[in-house]
């Protein structure tokens, strides 16, 4: 099902990493797309943009961004905004996403992705800064479903009816973290297929794929490790339900080689082929 509006599907893609950046360079490797982590790019120059410019040139991109803050009670940094959308139109990216969350308040950052209440109040208060953002960056915003490791008792939704609800309310896409679903729900001991069932499949622009560190008694969304079955299988329950989506795979701690990385993002590509091909990948 494609979404609403009309966002391509650029098959599977990595996130852009220094690690990376000779072999890239050098190599031009056959991948699909590259997503940009925006505040790696929005504030420096040199070598990092001199990359991120080769990059943009020859593959298609999309930023991803971890401190809009869109759940935060402090007023909306159109600085940050304005950084954020000259960097869209230098990289030619084709949708910007951040994540349903706070990063911190009264001016501080604490660069960590903060769990919300799911309350009417928080409703109304979010629907209207993404209605804001998006129209100030003249596109829709896409919002990434956290992992989290403490909820409120003050919520009155659970998380997945409440980012269904902001996106139909304020008319934004959503970038389903497939990982994020089974982390969270591992944490929260929630049923994760009852997640993926609700998110209305025309609002899914992209999906992310990545591993993390189990630790007995919950679990650590770090993105150092290889995809598990069990997000496999969530991958493969989205797919039916959504399509073809824009998939990317997110390697951030003890990242190997290129190929390594590249080669778990193409693991998906087998939905396309047939159910349970990602295992012979």
Request: aromatic content about 12%; some cysteine.
């Amino acid at each position: 099902m494609p979404d609403k509006w009309g966002f391509p599907d650029l098959g599977f893609g990595v996130g852009l990493r220094s690690a990376h950046f000779g072999h890239i360079l050098s190599q031009q490797p056959k991948v699909d797309w590259f997503e940009i982590l925006s505040e790696n790019y929005m504030d420096t120059g040199g070598r990092p943009l001199y990359v991120l410019d080769q990059v943009a040139a020859r593959y298609p991109v999309v930023l991803h961004g971890v401190s809009m803050s869109v759940g935060s009670t402090d007023p909306i940094d159109f600085g940050y905004l304005r950084k954020l959308k000259d960097l869209a139109a230098r990289t030619g990216a084709r949708w910007v996403s951040d994540h349903l969350c706070w990063t911190g308040v009264s001016g501080l950052n604490v660069h960590d992705l903060l769990p919300m209440p799911y309350t009417d109040e928080s409703l109304r208060h979010t629907v209207e800064r993404v209605r804001t953002i998006s129209h100030f960056l003249e596109r829709p915003l896409i919002l990434e479903n956290p992992s989290t490791y403490l909820e409120f008792q003050a919520s009155t939704w659970n998380e997945w009816d409440f980012l269904a609800e902001l996106a139909e309310r304020a008319d934004c896409g959503v970038l389903l973290d497939v990982n994020n679903v089974y982390v969270s729900s591992f944490n929260h001991r929630f049923d994760p297929n009852a997640y993926i069932d609700r998110i209305p499949a025309d609002r899914v622009v992209q999906i992310h794929l990545a591993g993390h560190t189990h630790k007995g008694t919950h679990i650590l969304d770090t993105h150092s490790d290889h995809v598990i079955d069990a997000v496999w299988d969530l991958y493969r329950r989205a797919y039916q339900r959504m399509g073809g989506v824009s998939t990317l795979l997110e390697w951030d701690e003890d990242i190997p080689g290129f190929d390594v990385v590249h080669a778990e993002a193409r693991k998906a590509a087998g939905f396309r082929e047939g159910p349970g091909r990602y295992a012979a990948a």
